[in-house]
């Protein structure tokens, strides 16, 4: 299932600006009401809904719609992208399918789809002919778990001066709260890329929403960010929530680590509850859906839904104090399945304040919560940020979000928790934090930095296995309306040659180097046409889509080559912040790895994930072949720096 849309960012992070700013203020004009105020999404919704008027929507009107790719062009590049993992006769199988839906026996009816598609995104009123099938496809009617399948994290660097969970908590939420402002009242500055801003739509899916689990396909809601100014805690299963306005004013960062502290002192959080509702999130989406209808129609259990689904973000106090890169990542990545609501985003701050991020990734790709946690890391660290000096002694007392259950309930959640246990027990987790050098050396050698590692990752896995897999890495489509992402084939005819070349003792440096060069030439130019919607697999996907009852799939969806060029046995990611330890995500196929990474000024890191396939071992090899390919172009530079007289 391709389910990763975190797209490599292209827009610079609005931290970077802070040094010029003032400190940030959320106090001013909030004002808490009771009234849950919300909207609501689903799969089957238009996706032409109106847009704002204030800054951070800046040039969307005029923003293009997704293109439909010439049918020739996407039919030609696929069969070229499935060619380093086929054989002879598979490959000419797939030739026949092709020539077959380009002039032969399909071609009459992949001309219809063609048509039909190019109607749907030119003719029906809608802004992108995609947005609502890949909505419902890879998010709302995916049935497996959140966690590992749809989520992912980001790991906090260490704040020397938040040494304790509620301390670090407090001053995360100050930083997220100015964000906030910016965000709902339309200030935020838009994100722009090369070609011009990227769409903003999905944003209003941070603050104050919810996933909602239902059958077949899940809808989320929001909430007015006006009127719902509470936070919700988790501590050791136990739900809590307190207001982060009194009296008209926001509370401070002392006040907020204030009440974090009560929640600890209150000894009913100070052991595990006994039915850790929470967990109900955690499971298969059709049993999460059955479960919260049982639990919502026990008295005062949907009051306290809302609550939670309406609340600004979810706050997990863990009780765990991790230390290494690596426990603190399976920490963030999963926790212990009990002290989260995965249907929400949320901050982690564990007892000794590390911190990180976990996203829900239904509604909104990676690109924006990596520029909110960026941006409060950032703006945290140079004092940007208006904490606050105020230290009330009136503010209520945070208040215990409790649920009835009953037999029936407490068997779902024991269910749950088996569920997730033996699931995440299945799997590895491994970091790669690289410090032989970083994306100023690469820039030196006059590469793509995300191109060099990519060919790090194809090299690496092409050592561990003989030969390369199906590649997935995800480029962001925010250029146009509504724009999500779409899929770079890393592997390529080009990448295989390079990682021969790489293995064989046989060939030299210079040959080495060549065929380096020329797999970095096809990946930025996938890459390029990528990111301006001429893809492969969402224009095959939309072709598919549009097939009516009684009419024959044509042989290119029926060849074996289809299904498994898209069985991404390597699911990769770019997310990069000097102010991240690293982030991670789960695997996309049972048979693959999840590779997260980040490309730093000076070092790279790699989130390994599987179900216990080796994350260690494609580490090591990560690392070996990342130092061979710094290697071969240091050797290269000094043969072509010239001779010193003796």
Request: with cysteine.
């Amino acid at each position: 299932m391709t389910l990763l849309g975190l797209g490599r960012s292209q827009a610079r992070s609005s931290a970077a600006r802070l040094a010029s700013q003032k400190p940030l203020s959320l106090a001013a004009n909030l004002k808490h009401a009771s009234a849950p105020a919300m909207s609501r999404y689903s799969s089957s919704s238009t996706n032409s809904g109106g847009i704002g008027n204030g800054p951070m929507y800046e040039g969307q009107s005029a923003m293009p719609h997704l293109p439909v790719p010439a049918l020739e062009q996407t039919l030609k590049k696929y069969l070229r992208s499935t060619v380093p993992h086929q054989t002879k006769e598979s490959l000419a199988k797939t030739e026949q399918a092709v020539q077959s839906a380009l002039s032969g026996d399909d071609a009459k009816l992949v001309q219809t789809l063609q048509q039909r598609l190019e109607h749907r995104a030119t003719n029906e009123g809608r802004e992108s002919w995609l947005s609502e099938w890949w909505n419902d496809a890879a998010y709302m009617a995916y049935r497996d778990p959140v966690v590992p399948y749809v989520s992912y994290f980001y790991s906090h660097k260490d704040d020397k001066t938040r040494r304790t969970g509620p301390k670090r908590a407090a001053g995360l939420l100050k930083a997220f709260l100015a964000f906030r402002r910016l965000l709902e009242t339309e200030q935020l500055a838009p994100e722009k890329g090369k070609a011009g801003p990227l769409c903003m739509r999905s944003y209003k899916w941070m603050f104050n929403a919810n996933r909602i689990p239902e059958m077949p396909s899940d809808t989320a809601v929001k909430y007015d960010w006006k009127a719902n100014n509470h936070l919700v805690v988790l501590r050791n299963g136990h739900f809590y929530e307190f207001d982060l306005v009194h009296d008209g004013q926001e509370l401070s960062e002392a006040e907020i680590e204030s009440q974090l502290q009560t929640i600890l002192a209150d000894s009913a959080s100070s052991k595990p509850a006994a039915q850790p509702v929470g967990a109900l999130s955690s499971n298969n989406r059709d049993k999460w859906t059955e479960s919260r209808k049982a639990l919502a129609a026990l008295p005062g259990n949907q009051q306290a839904l809302e609550r939670i689904d309406s609340s600004v973000i979810v706050v997990c106090l863990d009780e765990t104090a991790p230390h290494s890169i690596e426990s603190t990542a399976w920490g963030l990545w999963c926790g212990d399945g009990k002290n989260r609501f995965y249907d929400k985003q949320q901050i982690i701050a564990f007892a000794n304040g590390k911190s990180g991020f976990m996203g829900e990734h239904s509604m909104m790709d990676g690109t924006p919560t990596l520029r909110l946690n960026d941006f409060a890391l950032q703006a945290l660290e140079a004092g940007k940020i208006d904490l606050g000096s105020s230290k009330r002694t009136d503010l209520p007392a945070p208040k215990q979000i409790t649920f009835n259950t009953d037999k029936n309930v407490e068997a779902k959640i024991a269910e749950s928790i088996g569920d997730f246990e033996s699931l995440m027990g299945r799997h590895d987790l491994a970091v790669l934090d690289f410090q032989g050098y970083g994306k100023g050396a690469i820039k030196k050698f006059k590469c793509s930095p995300d191109a060099w590692v990519q060919m790090v990752i194809q090299l690496a896995y092409f050592k561990m296995y003989g030969k390369p897999c199906p590649t997935y890495e995800s480029a962001q489509t925010r250029k146009f309306k509504w724009g999500r992402t779409e899929t770079i084939r890393s592997a390529s005819v080009e990448s295989k040659a390079f990682c021969e070349a790489m293995e064989s003792h046989s060939a030299t440096d210079a040959e080495r180097f060549e065929k380096f060069q020329a797999a970095v030439k096809q990946h930025l130019g996938y890459a390029s046409a990528a990111a301006d919607g001429q893809g492969v697999d969402r224009h095959l996907f939309g072709l598919k889509k549009l097939l009516k009852e009684g009419e024959k799939v044509p042989a290119i969806y029926e060849d074996a080559a289809y299904a498994a060029s898209s069985t991404w046995k390597l699911s990769t990611s770019q997310i990069s912040s000097e102010v991240f330890s690293c982030w991670g995500f789960g695997e996309v196929t049972p048979e693959g790895f999840g590779c997260a990474y980040a490309i730093k000024e000076n070092s790279l890191t790699f989130t390994l994930t599987s179900l216990k396939l080796g994350a260690s071992d494609l580490k090591h090899y990560i690392n070996e072949a990342a130092v061979e390919l710094r290697d071969l172009h240091l050797r290269l530079q000094q043969n072509d720096a010239p001779k010193s007289k003796a």
